[in-house]
């Protein structure tokens, strides 16, 4: 696996750096009042690996499971059990390539001159996984920051 892809970030400072190997689970775009609260911004895209995928080093702090660097208070991936959500906008090299979001939530807070992605799934809420149609056989437990939002 040592041909894996390998996608590098960082906060706008520079003091935490990470990155993740191989392809993402899912990715996705969350339009919840927590993801825009966090980003300040109109909704947040990220791509969700499995936690054994990601490193990093620098120091952080996190607020409610959502870490952040304490000197430039750039938002950084949070870092599950399982998982590791990565906000798309940390990752170094933009425009990204293979991360094309897939599915969006909380889709009854998007802003009206947002349109809906053609391709991806729509959820009202969370994300919802009925078990005939599991596409990646991922655990949904343990997931962190979308389950709570309102
Ligand atoms: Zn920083
Ligand atoms: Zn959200």
Redesign the pocket.
């Known amino acids: 696996m040592s041909n894996d892809i390998t996608r590098s970030g960082s906060c706008l400072c520079g003091g935490v750096q990470f990155q993740v190997t191989g392809e993402p689970l899912r990715v996705g775009l969350?339009?919840?009042k927590?993801?825009r609260k966090t980003s300040g911004s109109a909704y947040?895209a990220f791509a969700v690996w499995p936690s054994q995928a990601f490193e990093s080093t620098g120091i952080t702090n996190s607020y409610g499971g959502r870490s952040f660097c304490p000197t430039c208070g750039s938002r950084l991936p949070t870092v599950g059990e399982e998982e590791v959500e990565v906000m798309i906008g940390g990752l170094d090299v933009a425009p990204t390539e293979g991360l094309e979001p897939s599915y969006e939530?909380?889709i009854g807070r998007r802003e009206h001159w947002l349109h809906s992605l053609p391709e991806a799934r729509q959820f009202e809420h969370d994300r919802v996984v009925d078990d005939s149609a599991a596409d990646d056989g991922e655990p949904e437990a343990g997931r962190g920051?979308?389950r709570k939002?309102a």
């Open positions: 969350c339009h919840c927590d993801c947040q939530l909380w920051p979308h939002s």
